[in-house]
């Protein structure tokens, strides 16, 4: 029954008029502020966006007859004013966006209860396989209860003799079903991968951040969740996997109690020959909360222990400093830049955000941007699609810090 929606015009007020648009749909989750993503995704200005939620009754062939009774099934209205009065062809890419986002949802709602059952099924068969298998059960419950907003789910197989994965076509819920759809049909392209970086990885789970922005709720790229599905004897069947967004929860609840978290976190202290307790610890936890999650859950415990154990030294006697890391796909590049506070500013970052795509042959470069109460600001980019391979040291080190330097020496210049 999909959206329906009425294009209206309105007086802008400014003696012109411009387009409007009724959408309706039954009531459900995500709905308006993944409609206004769609209109900022094309670039459509809204001057308002009103929804009201009313229950309705109607007769077999669709007509209302009652409004506001309890217990009748809620519908969704949402009028969005628009700033200017859209060309025709514009307006119809937008409704057919539009439709596009209300099918995402009705399919997320659809389906938000199998996707969660998934989630209770692996854990209680992870928990099956020993401490490393309790933790995967417990973050996954964590995730089921709190921590994840699932929009899909898929199994991938391994086949014998075959390298790639396979996605298992019937397992498919939620928005990863449509293999066609714009969005979600190639939002998994190289997740999980091939059988090498299946069986090599470390934990049985996986945390990453797909290539592709969702269509719902937040615009953010989507977050993966994958879980190793191995038999008794070890050998390995294929992969659980899960794409949604981490909620708000997540990145509020401290590592120490986030199931898998915790457990890097340990590694990442005794890797670095720190002990679990006092203050080193306490300055090393420090640095990882304050890191993006992506890093903390994603990065290899070697980097992520070298990253803290720098940046405790950083703290003392600030100067600029570059970590990098390819994310465990290959496919991009994720960098930190540590630099004295007084030297940031807004134009130093988008500096280095243009430098690293130069250098690193990356399609595009995200960055955001941490100005601590301490004596270090941080930059996080990630070079998208970086070529590969890189060397870390003449491809990506010394460019940023030239950077960093040049604008030293033309602010000394200056002064």
């Known amino acids: 029954s999909g959206a329906q929606i009425a294009r209206l015009r309105y007086d802008d007020g400014r003696g012109g008029m411009a387009t409007a648009l009724l959408i309706l749909n039954d009531d459900m989750p995500y709905l308006v502020d ?9 670039r459509v200005g809204l001057n308002a966006v009103l929804n009201s939620v009313l229950a309705v009754a109607r007769d077999a062939q669709g007509a209302v007859t009652a409004v506001g009774q309890t217990g009748d099934k809620l519908e969704s ?7 200017e009065d859209l060309p025709e062809a514009e307006l119809g890419m937008l409704v057919e966006r539009l439709e596009m986002v209300s099918r995402d949802a009705a399919v997320v709602r659809r389906d938000t209860a199998a996707m969660l059952a998934q989630f209770e099924r692996i854990g209680v068969e992870a928990a099956a396989q020993g401490d490393q298998g309790k933790e995967v059960a417990a973050f996954l419950d964590w995730a089921r209860s709190e921590g994840f907003e699932p929009f899909g789910y898929a199994y991938y197989q391994v086949k014998p003799g075959v390298r790639e994965l396979e996605r298992d076509i019937p397992s498919r ?3 990863l079903q449509d293999t066609s759809h714009p969005v979600y049909g190639t939002c998994l392209a190289n997740i999980p991968g091939d059988f090498d ?4 990885r470390a934990s049985a789970l996986s945390i990453v951040k797909a290539d592709v922005e969702g269509t719902l709720h937040r615009e953010q790229q989507l977050d993966f969740i994958g879980v190793r599905h191995t038999d008794a004897q070890g050998a390995i069947l294929g992969e659980y996997c899960f794409v949604g967004l981490f909620t708000r929860a997540a990145t509020a609840t401290p590592l120490n109690r986030l199931p898998f978290a915790r457990g890097r976190v340990a590694k990442v202290l005794s890797i670095a020959g720190v002990r679990q307790e006092g203050f080193r610890a306490e300055k090393f936890i420090e640095i990882l909360e304050s890191l993006p999650r992506t890093e903390t859950l994603e990065g290899e415990a070697e980097w992520l222990a070298e990253v ?8 003392k006697q600030p100067r600029t400093k570059v970590f990098a890391r390819r994310d465990v796909y290959a496919r991009h590049l994720n960098v930190l830049v540590y630099l004295p506070r007084e030297r940031y500013s807004a134009s130093v970052a988008s500096a280095l955000a243009r430098a690293l795509q130069a250098s690193s042959g990356a399609s595009h470069v995200s960055s955001q941007t941490l100005v601590a109460d301490g004596p270090l600001a941080r930059v996080y980019l990630i070079a998208h699609a970086a070529r590969y391979p890189l ?3 003449s491809d990506i080190q010394q460019p ?3 950077v960093l330097d040049g604008w030293h020496d033309q602010f000394s210049a200056q002064a």
Request: charged share 15%; glycine share 6%.
């Open 34 to 42: 993944s409609i206004m993503m769609a209109a900022r995704k094309l």
């Open 77 to 83: 209205y949402v009028l969005c004013l628009l700033t």
């Open 173 to 175: 819920i939620g928005v």
């Open 197 to 200: 970086t299946l069986s090599k």
């Open 308 to 315: 803290c154990g720098s940046v405790v030294s950083l703290y």
């Open 391 to 393: 060397d870390l040291e």
């Open 400 to 402: 940023l810090l030239s």
